[in-house]
Structure formats: structure tokens, C-alpha cells
């Protein structure tokens, strides 16, 4: 069974079994778990390849990944907000409606996209010295946020078409087409962070930009898949594919749906990022070789929680079309199913983290002391995943039934009430090490309530999308 014949049945009013279900959430889950184990292994790659530059270059990119998940967090939001209307109009058999979105989509990408590029690009330089980098590490910082920021645009298309190709359903594509941009990524790092250089007797060419190629890398595997990901939605003969009179102009229902789900999805993760990129200042403040050990160990740690990311795009989908058939009992179902599974599936990696963190650290840098500092503190973090993978879920679920507020409060209270705070107040004295049991006291914290959340049930009376 796919997605759009479980839409039509539950519109029907016919009953889904367990064990369909049970398929349709494996079926989304898997494509877009092994997707994100594939980009995190292919982070590992890219972020072993600046390490092998030295601290310096790690830290360069530590400084500044704060501030570049803040901009991500914009992408997420806005692909949210278009995505979720197509997965509740494909669920309510709205397809012309669904289409109409993925135009006004494109337009939005074209529009923001390229206005928040500029303003990025102008404000980059400026950043690290505004963190409290390094004076040494500013100008290669600067440098990585503000290409990175010029290829913002096509970061959106590739977040914002894989969401919304998701919600319709198409798991399958959009995950192939994110493993490709890992793939590039790591190809064109080869020939642009290293001078040429000789492998095995030939003379292969390299620009030797170092952490600026490292940069250009992402930015142009992120303009190769978003452009093929736009191609591929506008040609599918899918519910997605263009048929012919479709509006090609911002409409005012559209939009407000929109800006009911992305700002709080924005404030959310700008709450979030915010808080990181305070920490990451006082990271700053503690020396380069926290600051390289924190970026080591956040990027090794993505490894564990990072499937649930997969799952709650599944979660999204599933409840979201549930929602709009008129199925809140089946929105229900699918929620508690993918949390359940998010659970499991990041407890056997919390496990697997804890027992293999010396050799995965010793991965990603050169620096001895870089590697052992970052095992210390994910053996500490292991203990809060599952219950991190929980409210990843949880709010995959929520979002799908169109409850952004929610998730907003809960993380904004749980980031800047317990994180920030008690790392401004009692961690200075135990550096890295302080700030990681802050953040592991946190998620702990921050999982149990999404759980009631959920279990709750408020989030299941809200509406469909006009």
C-alpha cells in the first residue's frame, strides 16, 4: 500500500491494519533513515577532510556551524510550511490544491532565497570577531559562512523539494538525491581543499583553497541536487506533476498557511540556534582546543541521533495525510508508531556511540588531544539519545497535524531555561566537559515532555488546513 491509497481508504472510511501500518512506517522510515546515516558518514568524511588541515581549520568551521545551523533552521522552517499543506491536500484528495503550493514554493525559494543570500553574504565577514573568535582562525571562518551563505538558495531547494516530495509520498527520491549531494560533496572537497599533489605516481590537480573549498564543496553539490530535485518534481507524473493551469502567483490562503506553520517552526529553531551559537561563544572564550573538540563531538554524535530525523519525516507525512483524510484515530496511530521506533532505533546507537567513541572521534582529527576530549563528553551525551530521538519524533508527528506552537514553547523553555542557563552559571569552571552534562541534563528533560505531549492527545483537535 502507498501513501496515496491509504489516503483514499481512510477518506472511505475503511480500517488500515496493524500490519499495514506497520509497513507504510517502515516503508517512509527506511529510505530516509539510510539517508541520513549515508549524509552523516559523508560529514564524517568532509569533516575528517578539513581535519587533516589541523585544529586551526576545524575550529574555523566550529566557530561559525552555530550561526549555519540557524540558517538551516530557516530552510527547515519554510519547508515545513509548504510541505505540510501538500502532505493534509493530498490526504483530503486535493491535488490541484497541492500543485498550486509547489509553484508558490518555488517562487518563495526564488524571492527569500536569493534576498537572505545577499544580506548573508554582506554580514559574514563579520561574524567570527563578532563570536569572539581567534583573531587567527577569523578571516578562514569568514570566509566558509559567507560562501556557504551564497549558495543559500539552492540549501532551500534541496530542503524544500525533498520535504515536499516526502509528504507526497516519493521517499525513495529524495533520499537518493541527498546521498548523491553527499557524494559530490566529498568529490569536489577532493579537488578543492588540497593543492594538486601525486597519488600512486599521478599527478592529480587540486585548488588548495583549504576550509574556502571545503565551503564551495557544499555550495555546489547543494545548486546540482536542489536544481535536480526541482526538475524531478515539476516533470513527475505523479499527484506532484505539473498539468497545466496551475497558479504561478502567491495566493493569500497559501500563505497564511505557511506562516502559521513556519514562524513557529522558524521561532523554534531560531530559539535553538541562538542558544547553541551563545554557547559556542563561550566555547570560544575557553581556547581552540575546546572549540575543536566541541565540533568533533557534535559531529560525531550526529551519527546517533540523526535516524530519527528520517523517522520524523516520515511521522509528518503520515499524519499529516491522516489529518486531512478526517482520520485523527489513524494520525494517533502513526505518531505513537514512529516515536516507538525512533526510540528503539537511536537507543542501539546511543549504545553503539558509547562503546566506540574513542575510535570514532580519533575519525574525524588528527589532534590526540582534539579526539580524546571529544569521547569524554559523547560517552556523557549517550545517555540522553533515546529520549532526544523521542522529541525529534514527537515533533515530526505534531507538525504533521499542523501543532508548531507547541514545539516552539517546549524548546524554547527547555534550551534557554536549563541549557544556557546552567551553562552560564555553573559550567565555566569545568569547560567543555560542564557544558555537555548541562546539555545531557537538558535533552533528558526536553524528551520526557514532548513525550506527555503526545501522549496527551491535544495536538489531535486541531484542524485541517483550509
Known amino acids: 500500500m502507498n501513501m496515496l491509497q491509504m489516503s483514499e481508504d481512510m477518506r472511505s472510511g475503511q480500517s488500515i491494519s496493524l500490519k ?56 527547515s522552517a519554510v519547508a515545513v510550511g509548504f510541505s505540510v499543506q501538500v502532505a493534509q491536500y493530498l490526504g483530503a484528495g486535493r491535488e490541484k490544491d497541492s500543485r498550486n503550493v509547489l509553484c ?69 527520491l529524495p533520499s537518493l538525491m541527498n546521498i548523491g549531494m553527499c557524494l559530490l560533496d566529498v568529490l569536489f572537497n577532493f579537488f578543492l581543499i588540497y593543492p594538486s599533489r601525486q597519488i600512486g605516481g ?70 535553538l540556534c541562538f542558544a547553541q551559537i551563545v554557547m559556542t561563544a563561550i566555547i570560544a572564550g575557553m581556547g581552540t582546543l575546546a572549540v575543536a573538540s566541541n565540533y568533533v563531538a557534535v559531529q560525531t554524535e550526529s551519527i546517533c541521533y540523526l535516524p530519527a530525523y528520517g523517522i520524523a519525516a516520515a511521522a509528518t507525512a503520515l499524519v499529516g495525510q491522516s489529518i486531512g483524510a478526517g482520520r485523527p484515530d489513524m494520525a494517533k496511530r502513526f505518531a505513537y508508531g514512529t516515536t516507538a521506533l525512533g526510540f528503539l532505533l537511536v537507543t542501539g546507537m546511543g549504545i553503539v556511540m558509547f ?44 507538525r504533521g497535524a499542523g501543532d508548531s506552537r507547541g514545539p516552539f514553547i517546549i524548546n ?26 548541562s546539555m545531557t541534563c537538558e535533552l533528558v528533560f526536553r524528551g520526557i515532555v514532548f513525550l506527555i505531549r503526545l501522549l496527551r492527545g491535544r495536538w489531535l483537535s486541531a484542524p485541517a488546513l483550509s
Open 202 to 271: 599521478i599527478t592529480l590537480w587540486g585548488a588548495g583553497l583549504g576550509v574556502t573549498g571545503a565551503a564551495l564543496g557544499t555550495g555546489l553539490s547543494q545548486a546540482c541536487i536542489g536544481l535536480s530535485l526541482a526538475f524531478a518534481l515539476l516533470k513527475s507524473k505523479g499527484p506532484m506533476g505539473l498539468r497545466g493551469g496551475e497558479r504561478w502567483r502567491f495566493t493569500g490562503t497559501c500563505m497564511r498557511n505557511t506562516l502559521h506553520l513556519a514562524t513557529p517552526t522558524a521561532l523554534e529553531r531560531m530559539t
Open 20 to 75: 499495514k501500518q506497520v509497513q507504510l512506517i517502515v516503508s517512509l522510515s527506511i529510505p530516509a533513515i539510510l539517508e541520513q546515516l549515508v549524509m552523516t558518514l559523508m560529514s564524517y568524511i568532509d569533516t575528517a577532510m578539513v581535519g587533516s588541515l589541523g585544529s586551526r581549520a576545524t575550529a574555523s568551521i566550529g566557530v561559525v556551524s552555530s550561526s549555519i545551523w540557524l540558517l538551516n533552521g530557516i530552510v
Open 412 to 437: 524554547l523553555c527547555s534550551m534557554w531555561g536549563i541549557r544556557v542557563l546552567s551553562v552560564v552559571l555553573f559550567t565555566h569552571s569545568y569547560g567543555v566537559i560542564g557544558v555537555w552534562v
Open 355 to 398: 562503546l566506540s567513541a574513542p575510535s570514532l572521534t580519533g575519525l574525524l582529527t588528527a589532534d590526540p588531544q582534539v579526539a580524546a576530549m571529544s569521547a569524554r563528553v559523547l560517552r556523557i551525551v549517550a545517555f540522553s539519545e533515546p529520549l532526544f530521538a523521542v522529541s525529534i519524533v514527537a515533533i515530526g508527528a505534531l
Open 104 to 172: 508558490q514554493a518555488i517562487l518563495f525559494n526564488l524571492l527569500f532565497g536569493i534576498s537572505l543570500a545577499l544580506i548573508i553574504v554582506s554580514l559574514g565577514r563579520f561574524l567570527p570577531a563578532f563570536l569572539g573568535a581567534d583573531p587567527d582562525i577569523r578571516p578562514y571562518a569568514g570566509a566558509y559562512f559567507c560562501v556557504v551563505g551564497a549558495f543559500f538558495p539552492f540549501n532551500m531547494a534541496c530542503a524544500m523539494y525533498s520535504s515536499i516530495l516526502r509528504c507526497s509520498g516519493n521517499v525513495t
